[in-house]
């Protein structure tokens, strides 16, 4: 099965499995649409299904391209950089090129400067922020759907290591953000209140960290 959009075929992989109750529809790295669904669901439901939701699989589509394009680049406090492969040097970033090794550990270098960085902008916004409120621990770790987390029991605040290829401005903002849920512990208007006391031009900042990328905040 193949599927035409915008004059382009994407090709239709169908597995069919008995223990699959409803049908999914997931778009690959090299595009190809996948199916998963139940034995019994018919070729014909299945065409049906995906031409219902043909606007949802262009936006899978989009969004899947967007982050092939990413990989190809190097992402650093708000900077984009070319990737340049090479053997004589471990590591070095340049004016808008990253030259590195292909044995080099990026995601481990990253996750140094972020260990550095984001500490010192957490205590900043912490000693600046508007109200009294516990002191928080740090956490950093990858996440797919979140730019930072708050345990409003434990204090801990958890960043995504993501954030380090973001503008700093973005950083602060989901510290603000993450500072606020110890004052609010939901999205309400109080909530927002305290954020805006705390970055006034958070909208700003909230809409340009979710600019690239599926996660939210």
């Not at 400067?113 to 508007?130: D, G, I, K, P």
């Amino acid at each position: 099965m193949k599927l035409e959009i915008d004059g382009t075929t994407y090709p239709v992989i169908i597995e069919k499995k008995r223990t699959t109750k409803n049908l999914y529809i997931r778009v690959k790295e090299d595009l190809s649409i996948h199916v998963t669904c139940h034995t019994f669901t018919s070729d014909k439901q299945i065409e049906e299904i995906i031409q219902k939701n043909a606007q949802n699989i262009i936006k899978m589509i989009e969004r899947m391209k967007r982050k092939k394009a990413r990989e190809d680049k190097f992402y650093f406090l708000g900077k984009k950089y070319d990737l340049i492969y090479t053997e004589f040097c471990d590591f070095s970033l340049g004016e808008d090129k990253v030259f590195l090794s292909h044995d080099f550990d990026l995601e481990k270098w990253k996750k140094k400067q972020a260990l550095s960085l984001f500490q010192e902008h957490l205590e900043t916004c912490y000693q600046n922020f508007s109200r009294k409120i516990p002191h928080p621990t740090l956490r950093i770790r990858k996440m797919k759907s979140r730019w930072g987390v708050c345990n409003t029991k434990t204090h801990v605040i958890t960043l995504n290591l993501e954030l380090i290829t973001k503008d700093i401005h973005c950083l602060d903002y989901v510290i603000m953000h993450e500072l606020s849920h110890l004052v609010e512990a939901n999205h309400s208007k109080r909530f927002w209140e305290v954020v805006g006391e705390n970055c006034q031009d958070y909208k700003k900042y909230r809409k340009l960290t979710n600019e690239i990328g599926d996660e939210e905040v």
